[in-house]
C-alpha cells in the first residue's frame, strides 16, 4: 500500500501530478523520501531494520565463511554504536551515528555450503520470511551471481562478499548487485610484471583451474598477463570444486614439459592443491634449465595458515592485509583482533566494509528504498575504510582502489605473519574499460507488495 492521502486513488494522483494536489492544500508527502518506505516490499516498518548474510559455514569455503561471519557481526555491533567504532570514524562519510535511519540493526545469518542453489535459497527465505532489506555474503564467485540475480528480482539490493570472478560485475552484473572486492583482471595486471620479474619472460605454464565462473576468469586473465610477458601456456585442466585429492591432476604436470604450475583454486581446494604440489616435490624440481614455480593468483591468510610451509616463497593476490599501515587499517585490525583474538582475513575486511557501506548509502539517501539506495552506491568517491581512495563505478558496481601482490613470507615472526605485500598496483593501473566483459545492469524497479 502506498500513502496516498484520503479520497485519492493512487491512479488519480498520477493523473493530476503535483500541481493538482498542490490546488487542494494538501501537503505533497507521498513525494517525500520517508513516504518511499511504503512502496516497496520489506520496508521496515518497526524500530528496527533486518540485514541477510549468507555465508559458506560447510564446504570448500567455510574458514572463508566462519570468517565472514566475525565480520558482519562486529559490523552490525559498530552500526548500532557499540564497541570502539571500528571503521566508523575513519570513514570520509560521517552519516553513521548508531543505527540505520534510526532503527537499529538486526540480522540473520545462513549457510550457502559453497553451493549457488543453497545460497539462493537461504536468500529467498531471508527475503521472504525475515523481511531483509539487503543480503550480503559468498565466498564463491558462482554463488554470489545465483544470489545477485535472486535480489535483482526481487528489488533486493546485494552486497558482494568475497567474488573474484570478472563476471560478476562484467556478463552477469546487476543493477541490485555491488562488489567492493577486486577482479580476476585485477590481480592478472598487479601480479604478472611481479612473475616476469621474479622467473623471467622465458617460461611454460600449466594451469589447474576450478571448475566455475571464478576459475575461468582466473584463468582466462592469468594466461593474458603472463603471455604478455611471453610465456607460453599449455592446455589447461578444469578441476571440480571441493576436490581434495588433487593427485590425479598433479601427476601428469610433472612430464608436461611446464616450469611453472599456476593453481587457480581457493579456499580449501587452493590449500590442498598447493600442499600437494610441494609433496610432489614440484618446489625442488629444475625444468628447461629453470626451478620449478607455484603460483597462486588469489590468496588469503587462512590459505596461508592451512597451508603452512607449502606457502612460503608463493606469489598471489589480495583485495587487502591486515599488516597494511593506514590508520583505518590499524583500527579495523585492533578491533577485529580485540574481539576474536585473531587478526581480519581480507574477506572479514571487504564482509565488514560492505555492510558499513551499505547503511551509509541508505544515510545519505534518507531512505531504505533501492532505487534510491542504488543512486547513493553508484560512482560514489569515499576513503578511510582501508584500501586508499575508492569509487563504486556506476557503470558496472564495481569498487576501483589498490591491488596487492603478496607473497609467502619466508621467515613468519608469529602464527599470523604469514603473507607480505611485495607490490601495490595502482587504482588506475587496474581500471579498465567496463565494455570489455559485457554484460547490462537491468532496471532498479523494486519489488512490490
Known amino acids: 500500500m502506498t500513502n496516498t492521502p484520503k479520497g485519492f486513488s493512487r491512479r488519480g494522483v498520477l493523473k493530476t501530478g503535483l500541481a493538482g494536489i498542490l490546488a487542494t492544500g494538501v501537503s505533497p508527502l507521498i513525494f517525500s523520501k520517508t513516504s518511499w518506505a511504503q512502496e516497496f516490499c520489506n520496508a521496515p516498518t518497526g524500530d528496527s531494520v533486518t540485514l541477510g548474510f549468507v555465508m559458506p559455514l560447510t564446504g570448500a569455503y567455510a574458514d572463508e565463511g566462519a570468517d565472514q561471519q566475525r565480520a558482519f557481526m562486529l559490523a552490525v555491533e559498530h552500526l548500532n554504536g557499540e564497541g570502539d567504532g571500528g571503521l566508523i570514524p575513519h570513514f570520509s562519510s560521517k552519516t553513521l551515528k548508531g543505527g540505520i535511519l534510526g532503527k537499529k540493526v538486526a540480522y540473520v545469518t ?139 591432476y598433479l601427476t601428469p604436470v610433472l612430464n608436461s614439459g611446464a616450469d611453472v604450475l599456476i593453481l587457480n583454486h581457493y579456499g580449501f581446494d587452493g590449500v590442498n592443491s598447493l600442499t600437494q604440489a610441494v609433496q610432489f616435490g614440484m618446489k625442488d624440481k629444475q625444468v628447461n634449465g629453470k626451478n620449478f614455480e607455484l603460483v597462486l593468483p588469489l590468496v588469503s591468510d587462512l590459505m596461508a595458515k592451512g597451508a603452512g610451509e607449502a606457502m612460503k616463497g608463493v606469489y598471489g593476490t589480495g583485495n587487502w592485509d591486515w599488516q597494511l599501515t593506514d590508520e583505518a587499517s590499524k583500527a579495523f585490525t585492533k578491533s577485529f583482533g580485540a574481539k576474536y583474538g585473531q587478526p581480519p582475513s581480507q574477506i572479514a575486511h571487504t564482509s565488514y566494509v560492505q555492510t558499513l557501506l551499505y547503511a551509509d548509502a541508505c544515510e545519505r539517501a534518507g531512505t531504505f528504498y533501492p532505487p534510491e539506495v542504488i543512486k547513493a552506491l553508484e560512482d560514489f568517491d569515499f576513503d578511510g575504510m582501508g584500501n586508499g581512495p575508492t569509487t563504486y563505478r556506476g557503470s558496472d558496481h564495481q569498487c576501483f582502489k589498490e591491488v596487492y601482490a603478496v607473497r609467502g613470507k619466508d621467515n613468519p615472526a608469529n602464527a599470523f605473519d604469514l603473507l607480505e605485500v611485495v607490490a601495490t598496483a595502482s587504482k588506475e593501473s587496474v581500471t579498465y574499460d567496463p565494455a570489455i566483459f559485457g554484460g547490462e545492469l537491468g532496471p532498479d524497479t523494486p519489488a512490490m507488495c
Open 110 to 248: 545462513g549457510d550457502d555450503q559453497t553451493k549457488p542453489d543453497a545460497g539462493r535459497d537461504t536468500a529467498r527465505r531471508m527475503i521472504e520470511r525475515d523481511g531483509a532489506t539487503m543480503i550480503s555474503g559468498c565466498s564463491s564467485s558462482g554463488v554470489a551471481i545465483a544470489e545477485q540475480a535472486l535480489c535483482q528480482e526481487m528489488g533486493v539490493i546485494y552486497m558482494a562478499g568475497l567474488t573474484h570472478s570478472n563476471d560478476t560485475t562484467g556478463k552477469d552484473k546487476k543493477r541490485y548487485g555491488f562488489r567492493h572486492f577486486f577482479n580476476a583482471y585485477q590481480s592478472g595486471v598487479a601480479l604478472g610484471p611481479i612473475l616476469g620479474e621474479a622467473y623471467g619472460k622465458d617460461r611454460v605454464a600449466y594451469h589447474l583451474t576450478a571448475d566455475y565462473t571464478w576459475g575461468w576468469t582466473q584463468e582466462e586473465s592469468m594466461i593474458k598477463a603472463t603471455e604478455a610477458l611471453g610465456w607460453k601456456t599449455l592446455p589447461p585442466v578444469r578441476t571440480p570444486v571441493n576436490a581434495g585429492d588433487f593427485s590425479q
